[in-house]
């Protein structure tokens, strides 16, 4: 039976101009390379997929200018690891962090995204097709396999899961060919996702009755733009809940549903974005830029920066600095 193939990158690829190379010392020969165009950057991006039903990526690139990029996706849900990078989804807005996992459901729709130069994309990426996560493994688990979009989903954004950071680490350094790699390679999947259903199944928290109501939206917004005027000062949860008209516990919950970010990575997110333009536009010294986000701990904003980019703030500047 000829195997099937659905190569999901390849709207993407085309349209940035990669091209196939032949595959870097450091990667796995089953799976094939592409290198982008010498005026759009360096590096390099391997794909492996195993009969349209999973793939596997990893990527290292520089640019060398910002790029926005918007492309048809296919049907996929992806959870994939950035040691750095230094990028927004655009549509909806939202920050593309390092050192946390990132679960994504692709259902057909347009990704927009705007990457910027000279900070390294570097990371992999575990997709999984309809074959798989619909067909495969409904029909050999029935009635008893949760939803795997939600379960994707719940995970977006965590930064406490080492066991499935050490397992991508391992499918990004595997290093065998043939049978080894396809048997290695669906071992790892089966197991990731065993890892999430076990992670998303201690997920507890408030249970909404209903939808949220206009007023609800309304104040959330409010708090929302309250954030974004005062992100540099110290803000009490307890000033929110006012704002809000409600409690912690369903504020909490309703901001993270809404807008895909809980209170405090909100906050960080606008911090450290505003650190970076500080980096980039001013000379000022980090400590000076540090409180002027809002950390009176150069140390502490160092570590979130570089949690939060794979960069620390020195090494971010002199890197957007950088002209090639």
């Not at 010392?25 to 165009?37: A, Q, R, S, T």
Request: charged letters at 25%.
């Amino acid at each position: 039976m000829e195997e099937q193939t659905i190569n999901l990158p390849e709207p993407c690829l085309n349209q940035l101009g990669f091209h196939p190379c032949a595959c870097k010392k450091n990667l796995n020969l089953e799976g094939v390379c592409y290198e982008p165009p010498k005026e759009l950057g360096e590096g390099y991006y391997w794909y492996y997929e195993r009969e349209g039903m999973f793939a596997i990526a990893v990527l290292d690139l520089r640019l060398k200018e910002d790029k926005v990029l918007e492309y048809q996706q296919q049907d996929f849900i992806s959870i994939n690891y950035y040691d750095t990078i230094s990028a927004e989804e655009l549509s909806p807005y939202k920050r593309m962090n390092a050192n946390c996992i990132r679960g994504h459901v692709s259902d057909c729709q347009v990704f927009r995204a705007r990457y910027h130069k000279n900070v390294p994309i570097h990371g992999i990426e575990l997709m999984l097709m309809p074959g798989y996560y619909h067909d495969y493994l409904v029909q050999k688990y029935p009635d008893e396999f949760p939803d795997p979009k939600a379960a994707f989903l719940s995970i977006d954004g965590i930064s406490d899961f080492p066991e499935l950071v050490l397992l991508m680490r391992q499918i990004q350094t595997f290093q065998g060919t043939g049978v080894s790699a396809h048997l290695f390679y669906e071992s790892k999947v089966s197991e990731a996702i065993s890892l999430i259903i076990d992670k998303t199944k201690g997920h507890k928290g408030f249970t909404p009755s209903g939808e949220l109501s206009k007023e609800d939206l309304t104040n959330l917004d409010a708090v929302k733009s309250y954030i974004e005027d005062h992100f540099a000062f110290d803000i009490r949860t307890e000033h929110l809940t006012k704002i809000a008209c409600m409690g912690q516990t369903k504020l909490r919950y309703s901001f993270k549903k809404l807008y895909g970010y809980t209170i405090t990575e909100f906050i960080q997110n606008k911090r450290i974005a505003h650190a970076e333009y500080m980096l980039i536009g001013t000379d000022f010294p980090i400590s000076q830029i540090a409180e002027a986000v809002g950390y009176h701990h150069a140390g502490r904003f160092s570590k979130l920066f570089q949690k939060t980019t794979g960069l620390f703030p020195e090494e971010y500047r002199r890197l957007m600095r950088t002209q090639k």
